[in-house]
Structure formats: C-alpha cells, structure tokens
C-alpha cells in the first residue's frame, strides 16, 4: 500500500494566536499598517492556525474575508519578489495581489517596475488582464505596452470556446457584430480565449446589449453562440 507522507501545519500556542489576531486587527482597520506585508501575511498564518478559515477570521477580528485573501496571496509571491515588500518598496496589498496573480517569472519584473516608481496599481492591474490575453509576449512587452497605452482605454473579455467551434470562427464572429475597428487583437489558448477591446468596441457592445435589454454578458455568450444579434 503507498503511503503519501505529508509535512504537518505548525501548531502555535495560544498566545501566540492572541497576539496574532491583535497585529491583524491594528493592520486591518487603517490606512497605514505599523506592520510590513510579509509580516501581515505571517500573523494571518497563525491566526488561521486556529480558526482554520479566512469567513470565521474576517468575522472574529470584524474585517471582510476578501481583504484577508488579499493578504494570504502574498505567500504566493516569488522570493526575490518578496524582497520588495520586505524592504519597503512595495507596501500596497492591492500590487501585492494583483503580482501574486502572475506567472512566478513574470512577478519580479514587475515588482522591479513598481518600486521604482514607474507602474501604479492601475498598471499592474491592466498587465494582469493582458498577459492572461497574450500569454506568449515578453513580460517586457506587456509592460511596455500598458505603460504606452495609458490614455487609451482597452478591455478585455475573458470566454471559453464551445468544442464545436474554433477562435478563428468566434473570432469573425466579434469582429461582424462588433467591427474590425472596435477589437484591438484576438487570442485563444487552449479553449480559453481574450478579445481586447478598445473605447469604440467597448461603447458598441453596451449599445447592442442594452438595444437587445441584456447585460454585457449575456451579449457575448449571445455572440459566440451566433444567435441573431
């Protein structure tokens, strides 16, 4: 019989929880935390030792669980990304999240970028979006081009293929209903596929939806499935 041996979770002791719960109530309730990220993200470890999840945390120490997460996905940073929490140079917990939302690779130049002073959240949340839509660019790439495209507003719609079709039919299909102009570029990984829209193909595709009373939703499952628009 194979036996799968596992490390155990460590045990801390009661006290060490109380103090726990009291540094994530003091970095919780206000704008600027006395506690670094890495330091946060340690406390909630220990706190979770004990309440064994995030919804009974939130509710003990009177804060959403959503913030919680935000600061559990910090151990999802590389260690070289760390580093820029460690020191300082990074004290948003939104960047954090949206860093720890990258591929392990692409987490440190961005980080890099961000310290010095040359991405906001915004950005960091806008290359989130394009390198889900262009998983194949140079990380260099994505960040120049958010970086370029500041003042042009794009959007990106995230759908699965159904098996019957392909992204080169659901492709002309976004492109006829919502033209060639309004579609800043098409990609298709798998049978999960991006379409980044700019400013005139976003407007259009709130036009139709709310012509046809549906939300924006509904609209593009109503387009990949080719039903009459």
Sequence with gaps: M?????????????????????ALIASTRRVRRPLKLLEIAHNLEIALS???????????????????RQFSRVNKLSHAT????????????????????????????VAR??????????DVRAIVSLRKALPKEKIGKVIDRVKSSRNIKQY????????????????????STLGKDGIVSFSTKGRVSHAILNTTGKHRLENIAKQKGCTKRTLVNKIIARETI
């Excluded at 995030?54 to 003990?60: E, G």
């Excluded at 300082?88 to 939104?94: A, C, K, L, N, Y």
């Excluded at 719609?157 to 992204?167: D, L, N, R, S």
């Design 82 to 109: 760390k580093q820029f929490l460690s020191d300082g140079s990074i004290e948003s917990v939104d960047i954090a999240d949206r860093l720890s939302r990258l591929p392990v690779p692409d987490q440190l130049s």
């Design 113 to 122: 970028a961000v310290a010095h002073g040359k991405l906001t959240s915004d």
């Design 50 to 68: 004990a309440y064994r999840s995030l919804s009974k945390l939130a509710d003990a120490i009177g804060v959403s669980s959503e913030m919680l």
């Design 156 to 175: 990106v719609i995230e759908f699965m293929i159904p098996f019957h079709k392909t992204g080169k039919t659901i492709k002309e299909q976004f492109m």
């Design 2 to 22: 194979n036996m799968r041996s596992s490390t155990p979770k460590k045990v801390y002791a009661q006290d060490e929880v109380e103090v726990a719960v009291a």
